[in-house]
């Protein structure tokens, strides 16, 4: 659902509802306002429990939560100062980094693995002869000819879809047909209806396929399936970093809120699925609860990054042609720990 380039920035501001820009401490014991732009996600649930329990604003934060359709929408508001956090993937930053966009920092670690669960129309898995039991290997072979949804081109979805197939010894533009399709909601419907014979997103879309009779998973990120990226650091939030600098005390004071509520999360995944479930763009409680139970292993649990993961996180989507570069894994570079209990 991400995948953004410089150019996309400038146009992305454009078309942005105009939001308020938000200040630093107002003292007088008033509340922090603090806008945080995001694409509706089970990840996210951290955030969510902190909004929906007034952990914010017992950190002194008045926090709203902008949802968009479009990553590249949420990271211009961040690099405008018309937003203070965006959830963005690590590609995405490194990528925006290389062409010249410095102004943003990651802060604070969600996701520690590639969450993509990819669902396949059962039909055509069958044909194929794959399910979850086969090697890997072999699911990525199956994707040879088949329409395959993404959410947008140069999308996360779009991009590790390329990194499969290309695993396979396929040419992503001769051996498969990748569509644009949109948000999860709408990849749903496209399964569901015929117009593609599988995609990837995170869930709950993939397992509401697959509960409803029309999907098959046959990758799990969340669970594993792709070695290489089950250490990952693969999206987190994101700020202007002179707008952390000016205001350390609200930036880390959004972190304690965020790990106060995954312990929550932690502790009761059942419950915290029952307060995120009008958040989702589809799925009852028992898919949200399904979820969030498969999401927890990928979940970080205190914000914070690991220097090694970050190094290796770099090289490894250099090497399978995710990002165009390496990138600087120095801290205060693409990531910081500053604002949190690391």
Request: proline fraction near 4%.
């Amino acid at each position: 659902m991400r995948g953004l380039r410089q150019s996309a920035i400038l146009g992305a501001l454009a078309l942005l509802i105009p939001v308020a820009a938000c200040g630093g401490d107002s003292g007088s014991g008033d509340l922090t306002k603090i806008t945080v732009t995001s694409l509706p996600s089970a990840f996210l649930a951290s955030m969510y429990v902190a909004d929906e329990q007034g952990i914010f604003e017992r950190e002194g934060l008045d926090v709203d939560i902008v949802e968009l359709q479009s990553g590249a929408d949420g990271v211009a508001a961040v690099v405008s100062g018309s937003a203070q956090y965006a959830d963005i993937g690590f590609d995405d930053l490194t990528t925006l980094a290389a062409e010249g966009e410095e102004s943003l920092v990651m802060v604070h670690n969600l996701v520690g693995r590639v969450t993509f669960a990819l669902v396949m129309n059962p039909d055509v898995a069958r044909e194929r002869g794959v399910s979850r039991e086969s090697s890997i290997e072999e699911r990525y072979a199956a994707l040879k000819g088949l329409r395959l949804g993404v959410t947008s081109p140069g999308a996360a979805t779009d991009k590790y879809m390329r990194y499969y197939l290309r695993q396979a010894g396929l040419d992503p533009e001769r051996d498969a047909e990748i569509i644009a399709i949109g948000d999860g909601a709408s990849l749903l419907a496209a399964l569901e209806t015929g117009q593609i014979d599988a995609y990837q997103l995170s869930p709950p879309t993939p397992y509401v396929a697959q509960a409803e009779g029309f999907g098959t998973v046959i990758i799990d990120g969340a669970a594993g399936d792709v070695p290489l990226f089950s250490n990952f650091v693969y999206t987190g939030f994101a700020t202007n970093r002179q707008w952390a600098q000016d205001n350390p005390e609200p930036a880390r004071a959004f972190s304690r809120a965020l790990n106060t509520a995954m312990a929550q999360v932690t502790a009761d995944p059942n419950a915290a699925a029952a307060e995120i479930v009008d958040r989702m763009s589809a799925g009852d409680v028992g898919i949200i609860q399904q979820t969030l139970g498969a999401l927890l292993p990928a979940l970080s649990q205190n914000g914070c990054f690991d220097a090694g993961a970050v190094q290796t996180t770099l090289a490894t989507m250099h090497d399978v042609e995710i990002t165009p570069s390496a990138g600087d894994p120095a801290e205060g570079v693409l990531w910081t720990n500053a604002y949190n209990d690391c």
